[in-house]
């Protein structure tokens, strides 16, 4: 080889080496300009549903706040990224229990008739499934283990919002909760009722991740005639960007069950 083939060779190494760097630091750019993007999302999301709760927001203006701060959080991530949504993608949310000892009344539970996330005036429905533990005294230790009980992720996703300041006496249903989004199922996921919360919005989850310990905190839940449950409720996006009740309960009966480490 000639030196100049040598000079050569150097140069095409060190243009390689330079491309990859480049390439390397304006991936770091954009993920950390991403992260600072959900947090700020996060931030209205959390914003829409307190203004909905507090009934200072109609619920027209909440719709349109809700597309515009979602369509904002869908364009950070990419769909063609998504693995296949095989069983394994599903990790049921109760850490050690089976789907068919704690889905309440074996999923008849579920109504989405009537539902809507932005009038606090429409009431009667239950888009959701509540999932039981053994806790018969009800102090949120499951009497089998002798320990609190983990709510897991049940899918891979974003944390959106967190309530961690719930008090006995208050009046607010739903208590303590989460409300995480899953770019690949393009949905909402609502877990309610929690005792401690785990996560904090803009931190992302994987299927199976601790996000919380299972509660009573939440207007009825905390009466002693309710049995300790974790409520879980999936929103899909439509093509407007708005949510739509769907029901998981497939999902659930075929997720994966994650025993004690």
């Known amino acids: 080889m000639t030196k100049e083939s040598v000079v050569m060779t150097v140069k095409r190494l060190v243009g390689i080496v330079l491309i990859v760097a480049i390439s390397a630091w304006t991936n ?24 909905v709760r507090e009934c200072v927001i ?41 789907p068919a000892e704690s889905i309440g009344g074996k999923g008849m539970g579920y109504n989405s008739e ?19 533990v053994h806790d018969k005294n009800r102090d949120n230790i499951d009497d089998r283990t002798w320990r609190p009980i983990d709510v897991l992720a049940f899918t891979s996703g974003v944390v959106l919002a967190t309530e961690t300041s719930w008090k006995y006496d208050s009046q ?15 949905g ?11 996560v904090q919005p803009g931190q992302w ?24 449950h974790l409520h879980l409720m999936f929103l899909r996006l439509n093509a407007e960007n708005l949510p739509e009740p769907a029901n998981p309960i497939d999902w659930l009966m075929r ?3 994650k025993d004690e480490d």
Request: net charge neutral; hydrophobic share 35%.
């Open 255 to 257: 997720a994966t069950v």
């Open 205 to 228: 989850v994987n299927a199976g991740d601790k996000i919380s310990e299972m509660g009573r905190s939440g207007f009825n839940a905390y009466k002693k005639r309710s049995p300790t």
């Open 28 to 51: 770091k750019d954009k993920e950390e300009n991403r992260e600072e993007k959900i947090v700020s999302y996060s931030t209205i999301f959390r914003q829409i549903q307190m203004d």
């Open 188 to 198: 909402l996921f609502y877990y309610a009722h929690n005792n401690i919360v785990n």
């Open 114 to 132: 009537g539902f809507d996330l932005f009038d606090m005036e429409a009431k009667g429905s239950h888009p959701a499934h509540d999932l039981f």
């Open 58 to 98: 109609s619920p027209d203006s909440a719709r349109s706040a809700f597309r515009t701060v979602m369509t904002d959080i869908k364009a950070l991530y990419r769909p063609d990224s998504c693995r296949t949504m095989d069983s394994s993608y599903f990790v049921y949310p109760v850490k050690c229990y089976m």
């Open 172 to 186: 607010l249903r739903g208590g303590n909760w989460i409300w995480i989004y899953d770019p690949c199922l393009d």
